[in-house]
C-alpha cells in the first residue's frame, strides 16, 4: 500500500516558480507522477518520471518550464515548475501506477494560483 502526500503549493505572480513535493510512505514500484484540475475543467495529465530509471515523460503544455525528479533516499518526488503562468492555475495531485496499471493512489492535492 502506498500513501502520498503533497504539497508547495501557492500564490505567485506569472513568471515565477514553485516547487511541489510528494512524499511516499511505501515502495514506488511503478510509474509516478503529477496531474492537475482546474476550475470546470477535466483532469489533466502534467509529468510522469518511472522511480527506478528516472525517464521522464511531459504534457506539451509544460515542457521547457516544469521538471519532474525524485529522491529516492527520501522516497519524495519533486515538480519544479519555472516561469508559471495563469492558465497553470490548478490543484496538483500527484499519483502512483499500481499492479493493474492506472493511476491508484493519489495525494490530497496542493493548490497551485498563477496571478496575471
Known amino acids: 500500500q502506498v500513501q502520498l502526500v503533497d504539497s508547495g503549493g501557492g500564490l505567485v505572480q506569472a513568471g515565477g516558480s514553485l516547487r511541489l513535493s510528494c512524499a511516499a510512505s511505501?515502495?514506488?514500484?511503478?510509474?509516478i507522477g503529477w496531474f492537475r484540475q482546474a476550475p470546470g475543467k477535466a483532469r489533466e495529465f502534467v509529468a510522469r518520471?518511472?522511480?527506478?530509471?528516472?525517464?521522464?515523460v511531459y504534457a506539451d503544455s509544460v515542457k521547457g518550464r516544469f521538471t519532474i525528479s525524485r529522491d529516492n533516499a527520501m522516497n519524495t518526488m519533486y515538480l519544479e515548475m519555472n516561469n508559471l503562468k495563469p492558465e497553470d492555475t490548478a490543484v496538483y495531485h500527484c499519483?502512483?501506477?499500481?499492479?493493474?496499471?492506472?493511476?491508484?493512489?493519489w495525494g490530497q492535492g496542493t493548490q497551485v494560483t498563477v496571478s496575471s
Open positions: 518520471i518511472t522511480w527506478n530509471s528516472g525517464i521522464t
Open positions: 511505501g515502495r514506488i514500484s511503478y510509474p
Open positions: 499519483a502512483s501506477e499500481g499492479p493493474t496499471g492506472g493511476y491508484e493512489y
